[in-house]
């Protein structure tokens, strides 16, 4: 779902995944976990206001498609285990996504009956099309694509089966 208003464009993505919030918490948080899920590559964090946070790609993608290193970073900006996270992010894959400058992505967590987590992420994309477009998954990436939606798919794949979807 998109929300735009006069001043902020976001972009908000939920899934229920049959697990508690400190499981999906690790999850996202975790480079042994969160290697598991989404696309290639891990995500490193640095667990506290003003600490930097990055998405490392795989040492063959950079070498074959000659991806940085580092394809999107930001700044942890709040810390609530296992409740909230709020980062700053920006993609680094081309210039014009650096130029974008860098966002907020607000992950959020809440226990439901029965042990299961109300996961909502919600992305601010105000005057940034380009970064919309990757997080909607309607960005034309050949291989890649599928966004936000792709990736909580496969991390409650991964946490309710034990698989990821492309395993």
């Known amino acids: 779902m998109t929300t735009t208003t006069s001043t902020r464009t976001t972009q908000v993505f939920r899934v229920y995944i049959k697990a508690s919030p400190e499981r999906v918490w690790e999850a996202i948080t975790s480079p042994e976990w969160n290697v598991k899920y989404g696309y290639p590559g891990h995500t490193e964090y640095d667990l506290r206001p003003g600490g930097a946070w990055r ?23 709040e810390v609530d285990p296992p409740n909230r996270l709020v980062l700053t992010y920006r993609f680094r894959f081309a210039p014009d996504q650096e130029a974008e ?31 919309a477009a990757m997080i909607e998954g309607s960005a034309n990436l ?22 990821a979807i492309e395993s």
Do not use: C, N
């Not at 998405?55 to 900006?77: F, K, N, R, S």
């Open 55 to 77: 998405a490392l790609m795989p040492a063959d993608m950079v070498e074959q498609y000659g991806v940085p290193e580092i394809g999107v970073d930001g700044e942890v900006t």
């Open 101 to 131: 400058g860098f966002r907020e992505v607000v992950w959020e967590l809440h226990p439901e009956h029965g042990g299961v987590t109300r996961l909502t992420v919600t992305h601010d994309v105000t005057d940034a099309p380009i970064a």
């Open 142 to 163: 050949g291989e890649g694509g599928g966004g936000y939606a792709w990736i909580l798919s496969d991390l409650k794949t991964l946490l309710e089966t034990g698989t």
